[in-house]
């Protein structure tokens, strides 16, 4: 890469392309690899096993078929000639029938089944924006049609749909091999506290910034013996298993951890490419913003 020059005089380098960063931050990309420092996940090829829940998420409306959650869904039921006939006549009266998923409910029934719970998302994003709709206010998930009604009311996970198919045309237009496909990620649900999550920020290489990904002030954490054994933590969690090396190339990235209880411990939660976009969080905040040197 070529250096830059900033606004203030300061060299740096450029941040990773942001197709190489898309590529390699997907969750069925990273995932793989870091199996035994992150939560229990099975990912699911939506356009190879579920070509019909793609073509429905870009649909409008929100119908979910009860037979979705149920073990042996009925058959769509079908008209007779004069009730074709009525519908054709009516422009008013579309077609309701209701989406139903054999090949995907069965799949996540399966997956429910061994981990009890699941918290979904897609290949970037999960439907935090959507958790309003759920009775829990959280996206724990006990049914397919809990993961369907998520997905489908979450501008983040539109958004990852309308992503991917961008950075397969991008793919597509530069000869690159890879042909990005929809991933549904089903994670293991287990409980975590707010004030234990983390955001990470690494530019070229190093781990420059971490703050709480949760904006409520938490005073014990604030004393310095505690801050220092988070830093501490991070570092080495970021040194063991994502600082660049021959098989880690990616050097720009965002991503969350969750510290266990007794700081001793990190789980990695998600990965994000580094880009002018990317949320902060309190990276602005003083208070709450870990310095790392």
Not at 34 to 57: C, G, H, Q, Y
Not at 121 to 130: F, I, R, T, Y
Request: glycine share 2%.
């Amino acid at each position: 890469m070529t250096p830059v020059a900033t606004e203030g005089g300061a060299v740096q380098l450029p941040l990773t392309d942001p197709t190489d960063a898309l590529l390699q931050t997907q969750y069925g990309a990273w995932y793989p690899h870091n199996r035994s420092i992150a939560p229990k996940s099975t990912i699911l090829n939506l356009d190879e096993m579920e070509p019909d829940f793609v073509k429905w998420l870009d649909e409008d409306g929100l119908v979910l078929a009860d037979a979705n959650d149920t073990a042996d869904p009925k058959p769509r039921p079908t008209r007779n000639a004069a009730e074709d006939d009525n519908v054709m006549s009516d422009a008013s009266d579309e077609d309701t029938s209701e989406p139903q998923f054999p090949i995907l409910n069965a799949k996540i029934r399966t997956v429910l089944a061994d981990y009890g719970a699941i918290f979904p998302k897609l290949n970037w994003s999960a439907p935090l924006d959507a958790a309003w709709i759920m009775t829990s206010k959280t996206l724990k998930c006990q049914s397919p049609n809990d993961i369907y009604m998520l997905i489908k009311s979450s501008d983040f996970a539109m958004r990852d749909v309308e992503q991917v198919q961008a950075l397969r045309s991008v793919c597509a237009e530069q000869a690159r091999p890879q042909r990005p496909q929809l991933e549904l990620v089903l994670k293991k649900w287990f409980e975590m506290p707010r004030s234990h999550e983390f955001r990470c920020f690494v530019r070229a290489g190093r781990l420059i910034a971490a703050c709480q990904r949760d904006i409520t002030y938490y005073e014990h954490l604030q004393d310095a013996p505690t801050q220092e054994q988070i830093v501490s933590a991070l570092h080495t969690f970021f040194t063991a298993h994502l600082a660049p090396s021959e098989t880690r190339t990616l050097r720009d990235m965002v991503f969350d951890v969750y510290l266990t209880r007794h700081l001793d411990r990190c789980f990695l939660i998600d990965v994000n490419p580094f880009l002018p976009r990317t949320d902060p969080l309190l990276r602005s905040s003083t208070p709450k913003h870990i310095h790392l040197h």
